[in-house]
């Protein structure tokens, strides 16, 4: 994975972690004094928890399991408050999204002061300014990416979900364990998979995208693409397939939108988890299709999209000429014709065309993917009633967001409306 070169943090790729593996990570990076506070969620994970198990006999370690999904801000202030007096210098986040997120939270806290909310909105009262302790991040999902990224997302006393990010949230180290995923189940198999996709298509058609986050991007979009479905399928006849595959993706991703950003897709996306707790994967994969339509209108981003059909489908492959009948009467046409101008135009409009096929393609894919997922395509899917006059009271706020503002097409509350009316 030569994404490593984008990233300051440091990836480990190990199939197990062991006891003594941990410890001894523990020492490289806090020395010989070192202290760690582990942040993880309640939920059983049987090779994680073996492997805490044995780690407390070989050293004092701090615990914290009270996380849960979307973290909320008091919870991150319980957790500081539970280490004040001991000498935390190292902390680790075991878990998805939500872990990682809260670790990056604890470990500003305890380096910065204050209270979480101090730090989250336009004009926040504190700003990061050091970290005192290592960080250490480690997945047990496929999805988020946060084990690279620079960025937290924190839910504030008030409900609404905001993205906190700072170079110095960035992890010093990422330890990718594949026996960590193995045994995901198949509703969050999908659910982190689209999470996934999303970081990585919402690279592309970002305001802030250059040469190398598309290149990222195109690379951790195709891959994802290629071992989503194995490991879906894996998912539900208890093999696999495919689940290393979708942890190295989701960190190519991660390492993608950490340069840019995220945009509509997420943007729209924490509206419905702030007002129906819709899980965040879920929240994502519910807009991607419709956002994606959105987008491709622009021409740079179509011919970025184009480029992941391709390298899926082949030159000619994913229905070419269904979009286009005359396409190889196109080429013969160049190819015969005496005027070099006509040539060029009919070059053009035949690379345009096969643009067109191949984003298609690749939009076909994504919604047979979510069809296969069992993944939500309207408000009913998601057992939310919602009356069309409603849709810009709720969602108007995501415009003040400044993942919408990373967007490649500018988007006005009318859009939104539009777009999401189509889902009622």
């Known amino acids: 994975m030569f994404e490593q070169a984008v990233t300051t943090t440091k990836i480990i790729r190990v199939g197990h972690l062991s006891p003594q593996d941990m410890d001894k990570l523990i020492f490289y990076v806090g020395g010989e004094s070192a202290y760690p506070c582990m942040i993880i969620d309640?939920?059983?994970?049987?090779?994680?928890?073996?492997?805490?198990?044995?780690?407390?006999?070989?050293?004092?370690?701090?615990?914290?399991?009270?996380v849960f999904p979307d973290p909320k801000t008091?919870?991150?202030?319980?957790?500081?408050?539970?280490?004040?007096?001991?000498?935390?210098?190292?902390?680790?986040?075991?878990?998805?999204?939500?872990?990682?997120?809260?670790?990056?939270?604890?470990?500003?806290?305890?380096s910065n002061g204050g209270e979480p909310d101090d730090y989250l909105g336009a004009m926040?009262?504190?700003?990061?300014?050091?970290?005192?302790?290592?960080?250490?991040?480690?997945?047990?999902?496929?999805?988020?990416?946060?084990?690279?990224?620079?960025?937290?997302?924190?839910?504030?006393?008030?409900?609404?979900?905001?993205?906190?990010?700072?170079p110095l949230m960035q992890a010093d180290i990422a330890v990718l364990v594949t026996e960590y995923v193995e045994t995901l189940p198949p509703a969050l198999t999908a659910s982190t998979a689209f999470d996934a996709l999303s970081h990585a298509l919402e690279t592309i058609w970002n305001k802030n995208a250059n040469p190398l986050t598309d290149r990222v991007a195109v690379e951790s979009a195709v891959h994802i693409l290629k071992w989503m479905e194995r490991a879906y399928d894996s998912?539900?006849?208890?093999?696999?397939?495919?689940?290393?595959?979708?942890?190295?993706?989701?960190?190519?991703?991660?390492?993608?939108?950490?340069?840019?950003?995220?945009?509509?897709?997420?943007?729209?996306?924490?509206?419905l988890s702030e007002e129906w707790h819709v899980p965040h994967g879920t929240a994502c994969a519910f807009l991607?299709?419709?956002?994606?339509?959105l987008n491709v209108v622009n021409v740079a981003t179509k011919r970025r999209l184009a480029k992941i059909g391709r390298e899926l489908f082949g030159e000619s492959d994913a229905g070419m000429t269904a979009a286009s009948g005359e396409h190889n009467d196109d080429r013969m046409t160049a190819a015969v014709s005496g005027e070099h101008n006509d040539d060029r135009m009919?070059?053009?409009?035949?690379?345009?065309?096969?643009?067109?096929c191949m984003t298609a393609a690749l939009l076909d894919r994504i919604v047979a993917l979510k069809?296969?997922?069992?993944?939500?395509?309207?408000?009913?899917?998601?057992?939310?009633?919602?009356?069309?006059?409603?849709?810009?009271?709720?969602?108007?706020?995501?415009?003040?967001?400044?993942?919408?503002?990373?967007?490649i097409v500018d988007m006005d509350e009318a859009m939104i409306v539009s777009l999401l009316t189509l889902k009622i």
């Open 42 to 66: 309640n939920y059983p994970l049987p090779p994680r928890d073996a492997m805490l198990k044995g780690l407390q006999k070989l050293r004092n370690v701090e615990i914290q399991d009270k």
């Open 74 to 110: 008091r919870d991150v202030t319980a957790m500081v408050n539970a280490m004040k007096g001991k000498p935390v210098n190292v902390v680790i986040g075991i878990g998805g999204g939500s872990s990682m997120d809260a670790a990056k939270g604890v470990a500003v806290i305890l």
């Open 124 to 166: 926040p009262s504190r700003k990061i300014e050091k970290r005192d302790v290592k960080l250490i991040l480690i997945p047990t999902t496929a999805g988020t990416g946060s084990e690279v990224t620079k960025v937290g997302v924190y839910t504030s006393h008030d409900g609404r979900k905001y993205t906190l990010g700072h």
């Open 235 to 271: 998912s539900l006849s208890g093999s696999t397939d495919g689940r290393a595959e979708m942890l190295e993706g989701a960190c190519m991703a991660g390492a993608a939108f950490s340069m840019t950003g995220t945009a509509a897709v997420h943007a729209l996306s924490f509206i």
């Open 288 to 293: 991607l299709e419709d956002v994606f339509r």
């Open 346 to 356: 009919t070059a053009a409009a035949s690379g345009e065309r096969d643009d067109d």
């Open 371 to 407: 069809k296969k997922f069992s993944l939500p395509f309207t408000f009913g899917d998601l057992n939310i009633c919602l009356e069309v006059g409603r849709i810009g009271d709720l969602f108007r706020k995501s415009l003040d967001d400044p993942k919408m503002k990373n967007n």
